[in-house]
């Protein structure tokens, strides 16, 4: 186990979490979805606090892709993560980043910490922490239909 270090390209982790987000940005952008797929462990979970139209526990790949999907949709195509610094060891990584959707000629715009857990070189699980869940509750919720 090495220590955590700030943007770490050398890291392999650090790669891993890089690649994930540039695949999620095609993906969300109107791309394939596979090479996600690829980079998420069977029995993946994915955590998202809040009362938006997104939040919730999501366990097993295929479930956290139907919430990649949604979240898609609700963005129309136009949802874009940008990584702004990683932290990563050997089984985990801490990325800090910036969300954005457009909606009717407006930019939304957030800001996040995400904790990854890593096994067998893919991402186990996630806990997505926006900085003001407020906003991020209210952004995401803009346009969803009633559950």
């Not at 891993?16 to 980079?39: P, S």
């Not at 526990?57 to 990584?83: K, N, S």
């Amino acid at each position: 186990m090495g220590i955590l270090r700030g943007v770490s390209e050398a890291h392999p982790t650090a790669r891993l979490i890089r690649e994930f987000h540039e695949a999620q940005n095609r993906f969300y952008a109107g791309g394939d979805q596979e090479q996600v797929r690829a980079m998420l462990a069977e029995d993946v979970a994915w955590h998202v606090p809040g009362r938006s139209a997104i939040a919730g526990d999501y366990r097993g790949r295929d479930e956290v892709l139907r919430h990649f999907v949604a979240r898609r949709e609700l963005a129309h195509a136009t949802f874009r993560i940008v990584v702004r610094d990683v932290l990563a060891e050997d089984d985990r990584a801490v990325i800090f980043a910036g969300g954005q959707v457009q909606r009717a000629g407006q930019t939304s715009a957030w800001e996040t910490v995400a904790v990854f857990r890593i096994a067998d070189d893919t991402i186990a699980e996630c806990w997505v922490l926006p900085y003001d869940q407020y906003s991020f509750d209210e952004i995401w919720s803009r346009g969803a239909r009633p559950r």
